[in-house]
């Protein structure tokens, strides 16, 4: 009987140590797996405080693409000599502003693919992250690479009536000299200009909502941060 009790009492005590053992690991694995978190909200808020600022800074050259094509396009339907050098100078403008900027993967992307996304308990803040970088990709991404693809395109079409690399080497007063075919370039200027046109204002609405986006959730992950 004594025997069997002392039995028990070492299963018991093993019993015992195993469960506190496997509270330490798991404690222990809670604190590494907060820091890491924390690791990852730090990326994720700094890159979203620099995405806000390259996003308003595209939404302003896009605002003035908007503005230079529409001028351009009311000159060349105007068929207003005098006015040609402003109106050329505007496209021009669009032209060689040139918009460049990088998509690489964000951190949460990253933590989405490395499964460590399950980490952020706040399912809400998981849903805009997923959706921000969704919007991302899908929409200022391929507007981007299709403003690059419109603007080659409308340039050489423009090629025929207008010398590009003379406007490019010109006083904007002496624009009107690097006119090839001015007929031409009154019958069809502005409905070249008019497919760019489009996509800059469709852009100009991708970048406004995303900012939109932006501003509602870097308040969520400071506050994350914060907890």
Known sequence: MKNFKDYLTQVSLIIVSLFIAFGAERCNQNMKDSRKLDTYLEAINEELE??????????????????????GIGVFSSREDRKLPLGIGQVMSVFVRGVFRSFSPTSYQLM????DALLMKDLDLRRELSSLAAFRNDYIKEDLLRHDELTLKTMEVMGAYVDIACNRKSESANFATCISDQ???????????????????????????????????IPLVEAELDD
């Not at 806000?52 to 595209?58: A, D, E, F, V, Y």
């Not at 989405?112 to 499964?115: D, H, Y």
């Open 112 to 115: 989405a693919e490395s499964g």
């Open 50 to 71: 620099y995405e806000l600022k390259t996003c308003r800074m595209n939404l302003h050259d896009c605002k003035n693409d908007i503005q230079g094509l529409s001028t």
């Open 183 to 217: 007929e031409l370039l009154y019958q069809q200027g502005a409905s070249d200009l008019a497919v760019i046109l489009r996509h800059s204002e469709t852009r100009a609405f991708h970048l406004q909502r995303y900012e939109e986006r932006l501003q509602r959730v």
